[in-house]
C-alpha cells in the first residue's frame, strides 16, 4: 500500500512512518508547513521541517514539504479570530485536524496516487465483527487523541492509518530509540501551535482585533461585582480571575456587545444538559433516549449522559459548556460522533 504520512517532526509521526516502512508499505513523508509566525510548541517551526527531513533520511524515505499556510490562516487562526470577538470559545485543533490534516493533506493525497495517510495521533481504527470501521481510543488512555477526530466523517477516516494507536507513549519512544531517530527525546507539542508561552492569547489577538474591558455581573441580581480586562478572553466556564471573595463562581454568559460577563455561583451555574448542533455521526445516528458517554475537552473524563436529539443530558450536574465547543459521544471507547454546543 502507497502510504503518505503527515509528519510533524515530532516522536510520534516519525514512530508512525517507521511502523509502516517496516511492515513492507511503499512510504513517503510529508510536513505540513502551516503556521509562518512565531512558535514555541514544538509544532511548525523550522526546527520541527528538519527534524521530520532528517527522520525521513534515517528511515531511507522521500520526504516532501507542503505549504498550506493559507489554508491555515483561512480554516484555522481566522476562526480562532472570529470566535473570541463573538464571546465564543474556539476549537484550534480540532479545525486543523477538519480542515488541513484530514482533509487538504488527504485531497493532496489523493491527487498524488497514495491509498491511504497516516499520522501519529493516539487513537485507533478497529473492525468490527460485522465489518465495521470504528475509531476508538488509544491504548494509552493519558495520551488519548481520539476527541480531537471525532469530528472526522467515516469516508474521511476510512483512508486513514493510526499506527502508534496500538502503542503507549514510553514504547513509542522506545522504539523510536531502537532507531536511533533523532525525535527519540523531543518533548511533546503543546495544544496551540500560534499561541506562545510568552504572549499568550492576549498576545496573538491584540494585533488582530480590538479588545475591550467588560463588567462582571451577577446573574442573579445583576449588580456589577467587579472587571476584566478583557470580556473577549474570558470563556463559558472559567473560574480564575472572576473575583468571588472566596467564593468559587463561574463565567456562565460572555456578552460582547453589551461587554459584561455574567456570572454565577456553582449552585447557579452547574446545568443538567447543553443543547447541540451540527452532529456528525459516524455510525449513523443514535435514537433519541439513547445512553450515551460524552467528552467535551480534549483531555476531559467522559461522562454518562443521554443523547435526546438536539440536546445531551448529564447524568449528574455539570459546569456550564462554552458555545462553540465540541461535544464529543462514545459508546465505551468508541467514538459514536461529534457535535457542536450551543
Not at 481566522?78 to 473570541?84: G, I, L, M
Not at 482585533?209 to 470580556?231: D, F, K, N, Y
Amino acid at each position: 500500500m502507497r502510504v503518505l504520512v503527515a509528519m510533524s517532526g515530532g516522536v510520534d509521526s516519525s514512530v508512525a512512518a517507521a511502523l509502516l516502512a517496516e511492515a513492507g508499505h511503499d512510504v513517503v513523508g510529508a510536513t505540513m508547513k502551516l503556521w509562518g509566525g512565531p512558535s514555541d510548541s514544538g509544532c511548525c517551526s523550522v526546527a520541527d521541517v528538519d527534524d521530520a527531513r532528517r527522520v525521513a533520511q534515517q528511515l531511507g524515505i522521500t520526504h516532501h514539504v507542503f505549504n498550506f499556510t493559507a489554508d491555515f490562516d483561512a480554516r484555522v487562526v481566522e476562526p480562532y479570530v472570529a470566535a473570541h470577538a463573538s464571546g465564543r470559545t474556539p476549537n484550534p485543533c480540532i479545525d486543523c485536524n477538519r480542515h488541513l490534516k484530514f482533509d487538504r493533506f488527504l485531497r493532496r493525497a489523493r491527487q498524488l496516487g497514495f491509498d491511504a495517510v497516516a499520522t501519529g495521533h493516539h487513537a485507533r481504527m478497529v473492525t468490527s465483527a460485522g465489518g465495521r470501521r470504528r475509531l476508538v481510543r488509544g491504548r494509552d488512555r493519558a495520551k488519548d487523541q481520539s476527541y480531537v477526530l471525532s469530528v472526522l466523517s467515516g469516508e474521511q477516516l476510512a483512508r486513514c492509518l493510526l499506527p502508534v494507536g496500538e502503542l503507549t507513549k514510553p514504547e513509542v519512544r522506545g522504539h523510536a530509540r531502537a532507531l536511533g531517530l533523532r525525535t527519540a527525546a523531543k518533548p511533546d507539542s503543546q495544544d496551540v501551535c500560534f499561541i506562545t508561552a510568552t504572549g499568550g492569547r492576549q498576545g496573538f489577538l491584540t494585533p488582530r482585533m480590538e479588545l475591550h474591558p467588560g463588567r462582571i455581573v451577577e446573574a442573579t441580581t445583576g449588580r456589577t461585582v467587579g472587571s476584566v480586562p478583557a470580556v473577549e478572553l474570558v470563556t463559558v466556564g472559567q473560574r480564575r480571575g472572576l473575583g468571588g471573595e472566596g467564593r468559587r463562581r463561574y463565567a456562565v454568559e460572555v456578552d460582547v456587545a453589551a461587554g459584561a460577563v455574567v456570572v454565577a455561583s456553582e449552585e447557579d451555574a452547574f446545568t443538567e444538559s447543553v443543547g447541540i448542533r451540527g452532529t456528525t455521526w459516524l455510525e449513523g445516528p443514535l435514537v433519541p433516549g439513547s445512553p450515551v458517554l460524552v467528552q467535551l475537552s480534549a483531555h476531559g473524563r467522559a461522562l454518562d449522559a443521554v443523547f435526546e436529539g438536539g440536546r445531551v443530558r448529564f447524568a449528574q450536574p455539570h459546569p456550564p459548556v462554552a458555545p462553540g465547543q465540541t461535544v464529543a459521544l462514545y459508546e465505551a471507547d468508541a467514538v459514536l460522533g461529534a457535535a457542536e454546543a450551543v
